[in-house]
């Protein structure tokens, strides 16, 4: 006899799954996208390293190397939210989530300071390049995007803090959109295309473009569309994912 699974709301945000024992198909895809996730970034990794590992301004080295570890637990923390199997739908996937993005900002303000302090030492101008300011904005909304989820969840609370945290997903998925942009504007802004193989820079922009897509469809826009309509509604409760 076939299980289905049953859901249910509860004020808190939280949906939870009795039944169904074993994987089922929704899972087995959001696996398969997170190792592919994991393969494209991993991609990304190496070949930005491979091309400014030689640097000799090892505080741009160190920069690059946080911003990198950001990406990573950036993405990953989306996919700790991971729905499609009831036994994972519980207070630990939404606490990886919480530490991933914690791990994620600190990377970001440590790197952030990496590259100030670059700047300084050589006498660069600061915010000079569309990357900079780019990802100025990035570590702004990032940054924003933490507090937000920390104020609906543990500030404000049910039930009101369920209801809104649709506006948590979009701009969590903006944030993510922004810090892939801003990945393809550091390729030329360290000289990688132009002195390294064009060809590399080719592949880290298709591969930027893949995880952009493989997030895309985890985040599932035209549900968080139906989500963000239902904010207006008083019999809505709803939980990020």
């Not at 990406?71 to 990953?76: I, Q, R, V």
Request: aromatic residues 12%; contains cysteine.
């Amino acid at each position: 006899e076939k299980i289905h699974t049953r859901r249910r709301n509860t004020m808190d945000g939280n949906h939870y799954g009795d039944g169904e024992p074993l994987p089922n198909k929704r899972f087995q895809f959001e696996t398969l996208q997170r190792v592919l996730l994991n393969g494209v970034l991993g991609y990304v990794i190496w070949q930005i390293l491979d091309a400014t590992h030689k640097t000799t301004q090892n505080l741009f080295l160190a920069h690059v190397i946080f911003m990198l570890a950001f990406m990573w637990f950036s993405a990953n923390a989306v996919f700790s939210l991971q729905e499609g199997h009831p036994t994972i739908r519980n207070g630990l996937s939404k606490q990886a989530h919480i530490y991933l993005n914690i791990g994620a900002v600190v990377c970001l303000i440590i790197g952030l300071f990496l590259m100030v302090g670059n700047k300084i030492k050589y006498g660069y101008e600061h915010f000079h390049l569309t990357h900079s300011k780019v990802g100025m904005a990035t570590i702004c909304m990032a940054v924003l995007m933490a507090f937000g989820g920390i104020l609906l969840k543990y500030v404000i609370g049910p039930p009101n803090g369920p209801k809104y945290f649709p506006g948590h997903v979009v701009g969590g998925y903006i944030t993510t959109i922004m810090w892939h942009i801003t990945i393809g504007l550091a390729v030329p802004a360290a000289g990688i295309g132009q002195k390294t193989d064009h060809w590399i820079a080719v592949h880290i922009y298709c591969a930027l473009a893949a995880s952009a897509l493989i997030l895309t469809l985890r985040v599932e826009p035209f549900r968080i569309v139906n989500r963000i309509r239902g904010m207006f509604t008083s019999s809505s409760y709803s939980r990020i994912q």
